[in-house]
Every structure is written in C-alpha cells, then in structure tokens.
C-alpha cells in the first residue's frame, strides 16, 4: 500500500537551475496539494488540484508551477532556483466526500537545498 | 482568508500525564474542518483528529480528543497519559468544507519526560 510517493527525497540544486518535483498517488483521491515547510514552521500551501486538468494557486505560489494530467500524479516544477525555495516539500492528496471527513494523506517529503 | 494561531512554542509533560496543546483560529466561513497532525522527528505528517464545525461532540481518537469550543474559535488537542513516543512537533489546521484550502499553524513541539 504505497499511498503518496515523492521523488526525490533530497536534491541540491544552484541558483537559477529548474527542477521537478514528483508526487503520485494510488488511492484514486480526486484533490491533491503541494506544500513547503521552512525550517521551525508550519506548512504553506503552494498549489492545489481538485482534479485532473484543474489545478489553482495557493498562499505561496509565486516561483512553481504545477500540471495534473492524471488522477495519480502531481508534479511541482521550479523554473529557475532561488535560495529562498530551500525548504522541505510535502505532497498530500485526500478524497472530498458528501457529508464525510477525511484527512489528508502526506507523502514523505522532498528535502530541496538551494546553493 | 483563515488563520490558525499555536502561542505554544514548545512544552513539556511527564510521562503518563495529560496535555493540552492550544490552537485558535479565524475564519470567515460558516462550514470549515479542523486537524491535527503529528510530525515526528523523521519528518512525516501523520494525521491524528478532526473537527467538523457542525460537529456538535468532540472528536476522540483513542488517547486524543479535540476540545472544540467555537463561540471562542479555539480546538485545543488533549493527549491523555502521554507516552514517550508522543514527543514530535503538533500542528493544528483549517480548512473549508471544500477542501480546497489548508492553513496550518506553526506547531508547537512537545517534549515527553521519563
């Protein structure tokens, strides 16, 4: 039961440099997200999708873009590098039900140093 | 927009005690949800309670429960007869019924003592 899956778990990369950040799911949830933790911080939401092809801005989206072609992956795309996106990345996905809760499940986490 | 406050830092429990871990919130929508997670020093984020604001009891989750008091728009977690495995960092989190906005706090790190 794989659940959320990122990949990479640790990258360096230099300024300027772009890179993907990948995140796939197995459990069919229609809403996934991306968020960045800044050391000693709680989690901002960068990007979030309610569904294949739809996808929306968060409370920190400038400098990442992101696609949700399929159901299952997420990927979080940083164009040109910045110190100020070192941060650990957090991909969660959940299933929006009527009338149900249900929590967010969380991938392990990309640990992403800028230099 | 929403806001979640954690003015808990850090705190420390003896083994086998309770605790509470405060959180409040600001929030312009009639229907919203609110979480706690459990990040441990490895890193992940496990869930461990929710609140729904029409909830009309408070959540219990084994040794968890969530006092929701939404007249003060607060949702403290209690830990009952912590454990030593109960030391992490404890984040609170709202959001809309949606789902599609999440805000979390700041977390505040507890530390469980033999």
């Known amino acids: 039961n794989a659940g959320v899956t990122q990949t990479p778990k640790f990258r360096i990369l230099k300024i300027g440099q772009s890179m993907t950040l990948q995140c796939t799911q197995d459990?069919?949830?229609?809403?996934m997200y991306w968020y960045r933790q800044d050391p000693g911080m709680g989690l901002k939401l960068i990007y979030y999708?309610?569904?294949?092809?739809?996808?929306d801005k968060g409370e920190v989206p400038n400098g990442y873009n992101v696609s949700r072609s399929t159901t299952e992956d997420f990927p979080l795309r940083l164009e040109l590098a910045a110190p100020s996106q070192t941060s650990v990345y957090f991909c969660?996905?959940?299933?929006?039900?009527?009338?149900?809760?249900?929590?967010?499940?969380f991938g392990d986490g990309t640990r992403l140093s800028i230099l | 927009a929403q806001k979640i406050t954690q003015t808990q830092p850090g705190m420390f429990v003896q083994e086998k005690e309770a605790v509470t871990l405060d959180c409040t919130y600001d929030?312009?929508?009639?229907?919203?949800?609110l979480f706690w997670y459990k990040q441990p020093s490895s890193g992940e984020m496990i869930f461990l309670i929710y609140?729904?604001?029409?909830?009309?009891q408070n959540a219990t989750e084994g040794r968890y429960s969530l006092n929701f008091q939404k007249a003060r728009k607060s949702a403290n977690l209690v830990i009952s007869a912590s454990q030593l495995g109960d030391s992490a960092m404890y984040f609170c989190?709202?959001?809309?019924?949606?789902?599609?906005?999440?805000?979390f706090g700041s977390g505040t790190k507890l530390n469980v003592k033999p």
């Open positions: 969660a996905s959940t299933e929006v039900r009527v009338q149900s809760n249900q929590p967010q499940h």
């Open positions: 459990m069919n949830h229609n809403y």
């Open positions: 999708s309610v569904g294949a092809g739809i996808t």
């Open positions: 929030t312009s929508d009639q229907s919203y949800g």
């Open positions: 609140q729904g604001s029409y909830d009309e």
């Open positions: 989190a709202i959001g809309p019924y949606n789902f599609n906005k999440f805000y």
